[in-house]
């Protein structure tokens, strides 16, 4: 016979027993014929856990997706987020205009200043940067084409 230790409701150990001698110590364990470690038990039943779903893949890729300036910028001129005086503006590290008002816009702890030199000085943009994605946003840009002018080529 096999009996389950259980510990906050989940098969620790299985263990297999005489059931005529009968360890004291695991006299209250449930029998355990065709259970696994890490199964579920609620008292009554064993049962298999509810497996984590995967994340989805976009949302892990945008954590650690990034794009060369210049590429980023030619995406940005072609789709008609900028002009094109703004993206030979930008590629010289100026701030392009259409940008300005999504400085008021951005997470209290970033300062419009700030964000503004970050750019200029930038060789490369990340895709889950706040500032990049509150202009996104002030443009009307979608999560699903920022990931484009990124490189997404997923589902």
Do not use: H
Not at 20 to 46: H, K, M
Not at 60 to 85: D, P, Y
Not at 112 to 134: C, H, K, T, Y
Request: charged share 20%; with cysteine.
């Amino acid at each position: 016979m096999k009996l389950a230790q259980i510990e906050n409701g989940v098969v620790m150990n299985i263990i297999k027993v005489d059931p005529a001698n009968v360890p004291e110590w695991a006299s209250g364990w449930p029998t355990a014929e065709e259970v696994r470690i890490g199964q579920l038990y609620d008292g009554n039943a064993f049962s298999d856990p509810t497996p984590e779903p995967l994340p989805d893949p976009v949302i892990a890729w945008r954590q650690t997706a990034w794009r060369e300036k210049t590429k980023f910028l030619i995406w940005a001129k072609r789709i008609g987020l900028i002009s094109a005086n703004e993206y030979l503006a930008a590629c010289r590290g100026e701030w392009p205009a259409s940008f300005t008002d999504a400085l008021s816009s951005l997470p209290g702890n970033i300062d419009p200043i700030e964000a503004q030199g970050v750019f200029a000085a930038a060789s490369e943009f990340w895709r889950m940067d706040p500032v990049l994605n509150a202009v996104a946003a002030d443009k009307g840009v979608s999560d699903a084409e920022l990931d484009v002018g990124f490189g997404w080529v997923g589902d």
